[in-house]
């Protein structure tokens, strides 16, 4: 089967919009905008984060890739055929330069491969669904994967392609977590050479970074912008200031109660929609006893119970009506609406029941409740800290102590991550599959965490059933539908059961912007600065 795709124009309105294709230095266009975090690293292997990848994705590039619509479409591979069912044969596209104007070839495809699985590295899950990587000729790779992976290419979307002499010369062999910025082996945490529309002119973390456009950049799209200022503006009131006044023309998130007055102001529009994110909580249920807890000598977490009455005891409604204005959607489930695999039909939360919870405490002997400390990023996800502030203020009404630790998103994924041995006991994630599909989610969350295999690597909590992992390699392969989504609804009934994870919520996409702005709102709340057109 011979899958050939070519690049379709997606999401940018109007007429007007399309006439300005491609300005030149006559018509010179710079695109301000803000989020509410900056990029961890400059490093495409470092953090699996969806914000920073898709920063990235403006300068560094896939073998394929996503339009506004969300479609799979080409990048650095014109076509691909799956020549086996566990081989698939990538046709490379010809003439493409790195920045440095280095050429792109088969050698730095089976490069990232290895990268990707060094120890620095937040994409060996990614790594692991391939067995390997081989060049054919300059133009053309084979990847064998272990079983059959239908998802393979949506996977490669966030699977950005290095120079690998650029990284050679520069000591960057490696992959660099985000915490060995400053490190003569983390040249590339600092330093980029990508082939995607733009160049980092200009890097300041956590104050600016400039990008400028790449004039050999092998395509066409359909931005006219030629300089990108992108600030990192932590409060939510200052950033809504700034969009307000004129001195951005995109900022996100927005807080929710601020899009009638975006809409109500002249220049300014709310732009809005459902995110493909799910939010939740993780639980330390591997460690014998709590690394921030009073509990000593055992892990309350470990009782099932114990992980029921937190369930019982967290209010999703309120949360919807107090902290998210009504604009998230409560879930009993894992992955969102959009998700191929979701199963509206076993999206049911677990029921608000404090009562209950304070029973199932005490039958776990823990009537007088315990400590615990719930660590959140506070610039990450649409009302974080407040999200997991109300949280803590619910588990007090039946007897757990929360102390909410919350920090910078750069500190938080340092501590919770799994190169720092997931330094956590309670956490606040959120996730949206690369794949758009629900193998990731459990490839990457569900399954027991394993090193070797390179599976897991997010599950920081350490939840492990070996049924979802059994379920989850035939998943992986099924490509009967029925059959793989009766296996999917298996897996989160098992889950659910054993309360695995607590899902909170979908956020929604939230985003304000300058009129006259065109943009192309993904479901994955990726900003790609090639469906930007500036008036």
């Known amino acids: 089967m011979t899958i050939r795709l070519k690049r379709n124009a997606a999401v940018v309105a109007g007429a007007c919009a399309l006439a300005l294709v491609l300005a030149g230095p006559a018509a010179a266009k710079t695109f301000r905008y803000a989020f509410q975090g900056d990029a961890q690293s400059l490093d495409p292997h470092g953090l699996n984060e969806t914000f920073t990848l898709g920063f990235l994705g403006n300068v560094y590039e896939g073998l394929t890739a996503y339009d506004g619509d969300m479609k799979l479409i080409p990048a650095l591979a014109t076509s691909w055929e799956v020549t086996s069912p566990t081989v698939w044969r990538f046709n490379l596209r010809k003439g493409v330069k790195f920045h440095d104007g280095g050429d792109f070839t088969a050698d730095d495809v089976v490069f990232t491969w290895k990268r990707i699985l060094t120890e620095g590295s937040d994409q060996k899950v990614r790594g692991g669904l391939m067995k390997d990587v081989r060049k054919i000729d300059d133009y053309t790779v084979e990847i064998e994967t272990p079983g059959p992976v239908p998802t393979l290419a949506r996977e490669l979307t966030n699977i950005y392609i290095m120079d690998k002499e650029w990284a050679e010369a520069h000591n960057a062999v490696e992959a660099a977590n985000p915490k060995d910025a400053g490190r003569e082996s983390a040249y590339a945490t600092s330093h980029a050479n990508g082939t995607g529309p733009f160049i980092v002119a200009e890097r300041q973390p956590d104050v600016k970074t400039v990008f400028k456009r790449f004039d050999g950049y092998w395509g066409q799209p359909k931005t006219n912008v030629t300089e990108v200022i992108f600030t990192p503006i932590s409060q939510d009131a200052t950033r809504v200031a700034a969009l307000l006044s004129g001195n951005l023309d995109l900022a996100y998130p927005v807080p929710v109660q601020d899009w009638d007055r975006l809409n109500a102001a002249p220049g300014v529009r ?11 909580l993780g639980m330390d249920q ?19 119970r114990v992980r029921q009455a937190f369930a019982a005891a967290i209010d999703l409604e309120a949360i919807k009506t ?27 939360p677990y029921k608000y029941d404090p009562a209950r919870a304070k029973a199932l405490l005490a039958e776990a002997g823990y009537s007088n409740g315990f400590e615990i400390t719930l660590d959140c990023p506070n610039n990450r996800y649409v009302n974080d800290e407040k999200i997991c502030q109300a949280v803590a203020a619910m588990l007090a009404k039946v007897g757990v102590n929360v102390n909410v630790f919350a920090q910078a998103k750069s500190k938080y994924f340092a501590k919770v991550s799994t190169q720092n041995g997931n330094d956590t006991s309670f956490y606040l994630l959120g996730w949206t599959p690369g794949s758009m599909d629900v193998h990731n989610v459990l490839n990457n969350l569900i399954v027991c965490m394993d090193n070797e295999k ?28 029925q059959k793989r989504q009766a296996m ?6 098992i889950l659910k059961a054993d309360v695995g994870y607590l899902p909170l919520h979908q956020q929604p996409l939230s985003w304000g912007v300058r009129e006259g702005v065109v943009v192309a709102q993904r479901a994955d709340n990726v900003l790609d600065i090639r469906n930007v057109v500036m008036p």
């Open 454 to 481: 390179k599976k897991g690597q997010f599950n920081y909590g350490h939840y492990c059933n070996p049924k979802i992992d059994a379920l989850t390699d035939k998943i992986g392969a099924e490509t009967d539908p």
């Open 488 to 493: 999917v609804d298996e897996a989160f009934r």
């Open 286 to 304: 591997f460690r014998d006893e709590l690394l921030y807890s009073n509990v000593k000598g055992k892990n309350p977490l470990k009782d099932k």
């Open 322 to 348: 107090k902290i998210m204005r009504g604009a998230s959607t409560p879930t009993g489930l894992m992955i969102a609406p959009q998700i191929n695999g979701f199963n509206p039909a076993l999206n049911t």
């Open 270 to 280: 709310a732009l809005t929609g459902p995110e493909a994110r799910t939010i939740f």
